[in-house]
């Protein structure tokens, strides 16, 4: 059976399920970047995703200058293993890299994140150690104080880290928007199935001007 046969088949089996309905905005964002390093950004990066990630770098400064003016918070998330390896865990079973010690490493410029998306003054930065941004880290901590009830969501890659978060993030009640130019991934097939999967069960996925239109409309801080 063809490809576009078994996407048909799926598309028909979700829509009779009834899967896919709009979460939609909430009413207090924030704008979450996940994992934007060098090491997936590089073009010479054992694990990188050069080409396809430097699309996403004009639509990440666009959305975190929007989400600034409302001030409305920009989150960075930094993935990282210890510099003696001890925090990688399974990645070193699953991952050469990780096995070799060579990727993400804490202090590195690998793990540094890119240039074109330097953190700006009043943006936070969430060490993480595992996939998903919410795993013994603070950030739902700094969402809760913030009344934070919309993520919305770039980075890399979608079907690693990004899912994780996502998925996360709905066991938390917490609005997941991915922001389809804004995420990437090193196969696009792949990453257009897990942006339909999670579209279908887990978030919405949309697009910058979407989340443009949304944030221009947003209630000043003290109307929030």
Known sequence: MTATKLDDISNEVYARQGLGQRIG????????????????????APTTLYPSIQSTY???????????????????TQGLVAADGSSAGLWRLKTKHHALGGVQIE?????AIID??????????????????????DLEVFLNVQRIDTLLVCGTSMSGCVRATAVDAFMRDIRCMIVREGVADRS????????????QKYGDVVTLDMCLAYIENLPTPEQR
């Open 25 to 44: 905005f909430g009413e207090r964002p924030a704008v979450l970047l996940i994992d934007m390093q060098n090491d997936f950004c590089d073009a010479d």
């Open 107 to 111: 202090g590195s410029r690998g793990a």
């Open 116 to 137: 074109e998306l330097t953190p700006q003054p009043g943006d936070r930065l969430i060490r993480k150690w595992r996939p998903s941004a919410f795993f013994r880290t």
């Open 188 to 199: 696009e097939a792949v990453m257009e199935a897990s942006l339909f999967d999670i579209d």
């Open 58 to 76: 004009e639509p990440i400064r666009r959305l975190s200058a929007a989400a600034r003016k409302a001030k409305a918070p920009v989150i960075y």
